[in-house]
């Protein structure tokens, strides 16, 4: 069955310095990858996702992540954090084989201090 | 980018009233639809996966007697929440699945209090 790990509950980081969100996974077969933000009272909105290709993948809001298949890890990166991204960020895996359903990490709080 | 609707936003109900969630696709048409509940600071939990013109497959745990689960189109699945009670108060979401290229797109969600 596939997985995520998001081991840390919140992230804390000053505005203006690098931001990351760490992500590892188990999965059978290649996975795909993705990461979404969701604001206070709001849905989930996609940032980026890994399908195959370059193991960087610059996604939405200057976020980008790197998929790394030997520590099977995806870490969300942004090099300048803003206040504007203070949110909760989870990750998640869908396996190549099976259905479309997704396995969500259990997201991680992510505050900007001014 | 593809958007997903989800009616109400909010919504209060009585113990013991049913209430209706529907969820839209509004440009593409989804044979795969999900429905995740979200407590407070925690992750979504799958509750159903909901396929148009058969039933919905639920997970473990989660009553499909209380959760009715409705595709009836391609770009409609409707969850009731039958004879709802206080612990059924969450945060309900959406998700619809375009099959090519393969996303899946979220609703905006909706908070169900049940006083």
């Known amino acids: 069955a596939q997985s995520v790990a998001q081991p840390e509950d919140q992230v804390n980081v000053a505005e203006g310095n690098p931001l990351t969100v760490k992500c590892t996974y188990s999965?059978?077969?290649?996975?795909?990858l993705f990461w979404y933000v969701q604001y206070p009272n709001r849905g989930l909105q996609f940032l980026l996702k890994y399908i195959t290709g370059d193991n960087l993948v610059k996604g939405s809001y200057g976020f980008e992540a790197e998929f790394n298949k030997s520590q099977t890890s995806f870490h969300l990166k942004k090099p300048s954090a803003l206040v504007s991204d203070s949110a909760l960020y989870f990750c998640?895996?869908?396996?190549?084989?099976?259905?479309?359903?997704?396995?969500f990490g259990k997201g991680n709080q992510v505050v900007v201090i001014p | 980018g593809a958007v997903v609707s989800q009616h109400p936003s909010r919504v209060i109900c009585k113990s013991g009233t049913s209430v209706k969630i529907e969820c839209r696709s509004l440009?593409?048409?989804?044979?795969?639809m999900f429905w995740y509940r979200q407590f407070p600071k925690q992750s979504l939990m799958l509750m159903a996966t909901?396929?148009?013109?058969?039933?919905?497959?639920?997970e473990q745990g989660v009553e499909k007697d209380k959760f009715l689960i409705n595709h009836a189109s391609l770009t409609l699945s409707t969850l009731t929440v039958t004879s709802a009670h206080p612990e059924d108060s969450s945060f309900y979401i959406c998700?619809?699945?375009?099959?090519?290229?393969?996303?899946?797109?979220f609703g905006p969600g909706t908070r169900l209090t049940v006083t």
């Open positions: 909901s396929n148009e013109g058969s039933k919905a497959t639920y």
């Open positions: 998700s619809a699945i375009r099959d090519s290229p393969y996303e899946q797109y």
């Open positions: 998640a895996v869908r396996g190549l084989y099976g259905n479309n359903r997704l396995a």
């Open positions: 440009d593409f048409q989804a044979t795969t």
């Open positions: 999965v059978s077969g290649n996975p795909y």
